[in-house]
């Protein structure tokens, strides 16, 4: 993420997600598409708020498709950064979660994997197992490397 951007929801339904483009409100805002819910809009607004207001960019987040507040949060990290992402298959805790790979690659996240940002233009990621995720970590800490 390059620039910071602010988020909305629409004024009259509130389930509009908005870029703003000044500091208010506006009719010239960018309109980015529609939840299902308010509830669902302002999980998502406050998501892209929350990760686009970090100094760092986030590069990595678990898929966990069962926690609401963890959903949003995937959704938000994934629209602030440009990324296309769809869920093939699943309901509910089994959703999957497929984003952009290199070359034609779409990686798809089981619940409990990692998505791992690798590229940033165009975004790319890599989807790690939470097994394979945890030997890593292991590694890097007795290695020294982390």
Known sequence: MTAHHRYRVGRSLGRTIYQQVGDE??????????????????????????????????RVMRW???????????????????AEFRHPSGVGATTTLAVPGKGRATPVAEPGDWVVQVDEAPPRFHVVAHAAFVEIGRYRRESGRG
Do not use: F, H, Y
Request: charged share 20%; proline share 11%.
């Open 64 to 82: 966990m498709p069962d926690d609401p507040n963890l959903v949003g949060r995937m959704v938000g990290w994934l629209t602030a950064v440009g």
């Open 25 to 58: 409100p506006s009719k010239t805002d960018i309109c980015l598409g529609m939840m299902d819910t308010p509830e669902l809009g302002q999980m998502v607004v406050d998501a892209l708020n929350t990760v686009n207001a970090r100094p760092e960019p986030v």
